[in-house]
């Protein structure tokens, strides 16, 4: 019993000294984004343009802006008609402290750096259940350091949704595990949780759900058909609750397509496919090939490094098979050889880049390195403790060789610039051209870069407006000699106008530019322009509002102790 005692007291103060020490490495890991250091990233500047004006339009009182008035130099986009809002929404938090300095783009830099440390804490949290204080301390290390996470996702590509993704995954599992053990008031937290990963990264969070329910017809020793029914009720609740955010984005697919300007092509993004010689994403293929073959490698180390004999808290061998088989399927999905489920299901092609499965990978490979590193000192071979060294040797040098890759370029390019040069390559420049009009898909990129010169030239139509456009706008209608008439802002379903003394609709349309065009109303001087709730949008809220209604519901039956709710019942009565 005093052994005992002296064991958990002992378990205590590591666990005190662990969280402390997981919050400074990944904290000082990310410290060198700091200055300059994401802006060669490959979607940095476009997230950082993207969530400056999702928080300006926040600040000013929209809550949830999808359509972005000031892109495209004034233009518009339907951004958040398609990306998940709940990464923007944090980074909105740190934005307005920095948006008037000289480092006006550490906003979104912290966002990122965040969502590192907070995926580090989730991740031990999770481990901590099933292993011991240094396993799960030394395998949540692996999952900062995983060179997809760490390499790809925040130094190479700063890929905000899908770093995000990364912190709701272990709490999903931390609900699914107390459920199994008999907890049913968990799924509330699992269903949350889901909708909380779908509105970080809704193409992550779908091909998430076949492994979640796997994973709970795997580990329910009792009554498999029952137990799953409840998590796919709760699934859905989670899934209903984020409809206000996917149920337009899916619904308005192929609008995005006739808006999408360049698409990705998921058959030129398979592990091992290295494309033209001359491809200047050809050193990013060749990381992606190393850090797949040297995942796949730990994950046979990790499933047949550790003898028969196992510790109490490491994993049955039902449970690290099935793992394994988790890691390997995410692995094949991502190379070429799953060409033909791919090409089968059509909506996995949405997907556009298949080693996006790596990250599941990653999380597969975390638990078996938690397991490997219970039964390390005793119950592995000399053999395994040699390979497993050299492969983590071999991810942590990716990892850190990607690292200063993108530091050392970054440094190189805008370092000499002053703030007024930046923000002018930022937040003036066209590209990439993702969700523009129809008419810009058969124009080719110098064109796309042009064209806004030439539209005083080819649009006698053009109307000029005092005053840049936003979610209401008196447009005076001066020009009489104007039958049409065209605003130098790009069309949308959203937006309405009508005459401020009439109050008649006013149809519109989107000319050969995409632009806002109609025709002029006879006796109407000013009309109102602004934007409204799509039929789809209304449903979908009210899905959502119909989903927390139902969870507020089942926390209320759940949390609230039995008396409380007689107590209530019978006041209701009276």
């Not at 447009?475 to 009439?502: C, M, N």
Request: glycine share 4%; proline share 5%.
């Amino acid at each position: 019993m005093k052994n005992f005692h002296l064991r958990r007291m002992q378990d205590k103060s590591e666990n005190r000294a662990f969280i402390p020490l997981l919050i400074v490495i990944s904290s000082s890991l990310s410290l060198l984004a700091i200055p300059y250091g994401l802006f060669e990233c490959h979607d940095y500047l476009l997230h950082l343009k993207w969530a400056s004006f999702f928080s300006e339009q926040l600040y000013s009182g929209e809550l949830y802006p999808r359509w972005l008035y000031a892109d495209y130099r004034g233009f518009g986009s339907p951004v958040f008609y398609f990306y998940p809002p709940l990464p923007y929404y944090v980074s909105a938090l740190f934005i307005a402290l920095f948006a008037r300095t000289e480092v006006f783009w550490l906003g979104v830099t912290i966002s990122g750096a965040l969502s590192l440390v907070v995926a580090t804490l989730a991740m031990y949290w999770w481990l901590r259940t099933r292993f011991s204080l240094r396993a799960s301390f030394f395998a949540s290390l692996y999952y900062l350091l995983a060179p997809y996470h760490f390499g790809i996702d925040f130094y190479t590509r700063f890929s905000l949704a899908e770093l995000w993704s990364f912190v709701w995954l272990p709490l999903i599992f931390i609900s699914l595990d107390k459920y199994l053990k008999g907890n049913r008031k968990a799924l509330l937290s699992f269903s949350l949780y889901v909708a909380l990963l779908t509105l970080s990264h809704l193409l992550i969070a779908l091909i998430t759900f076949p492994f979640l329910l796997g994973y709970v017809w795997m580990l329910s020793e009792s009554n498999k058909s029952r137990t799953l029914f409840f998590v796919v009720a709760a699934l859905t609740l989670g899934v209903a609750l984020s409809a206000f955010y996917w149920l337009p984005a899916v619904l308005s697919i192929q609008e995005a397509q006739s808006l999408g300007w360049g698409r990705h092509g998921y058959a030129e993004n398979f592990v091992f496919f290295f494309g033209e010689l001359g491809n200047p994403l050809r050193v990013f293929r060749i990381y992606i090939c190393l850090i797949s073959v040297s995942t796949l490698v730990l994950l046979f180390v990790t499933r047949y490094g550790v003898s028969g004999k196992m510790l109490e808290a490491a994993l049955p061998q039902r449970e690290v098979n099935m793992w394994f088989a988790f890691g390997i399927l995410s692995f094949f999905m991502s190379t070429p050889l799953s060409w033909p489920i791919w090409s089968l299901i059509t909506p996995l092609q949405s997907l556009q880049f298949p080693w996006r499965f790596l990250s599941l990978t990653t999380f597969a490979s975390t638990v078996l390195v938690a397991h490997l590193a219970q039964g390390f000192q005793t119950f592995t071979t000399s053999l395994t403790k040699i390979l497993s060294r050299i492969t983590f040797a071999v991810l942590f040098a990716l990892s850190i060789s990607l690292t200063l890759l993108h530091l050392m370029e970054s440094y190189r390019l805008f370092s000499s610039l002053d703030q007024k040069a930046i923000q002018e390559y930022v937040f003036n420049n066209l590209r990439p051209h993702e969700y523009l009009p129809r008419a810009f898909q058969t124009m080719k990129p110098a064109e796309v870069e042009t064209w806004q010169s030439a539209l005083p030239v080819k649009e006698k139509s053009l109307l000029y407006l005092p005053t840049p456009i936003s979610q209401t706008n008196l447009i005076p209608l001066d020009e009489k000699h104007l039958e049409q008439v065209t605003i130098p802002h790009f069309y949308h379903p959203s937006w309405r106008a009508y005459g401020i003394s009439s109050k008649e609709s006013i149809s519109l349309r989107s000319d050969r530019y995409g632009l806002i065009t109609f025709q002029r109303p006879a006796e109407e001087q000013t009309l109102v322009l602004d934007r409204t709730l799509m039929p789809v949008e209304k449903i979908a809220r009210l899905l959502s509002a119909v989903a927390l209604l139902c969870l507020l519901i089942l926390y209320f039956q759940c949390f609230l102790p039995v008396s409380a709710r007689l107590s209530v019942k019978k006041h209701s009565v009276r």
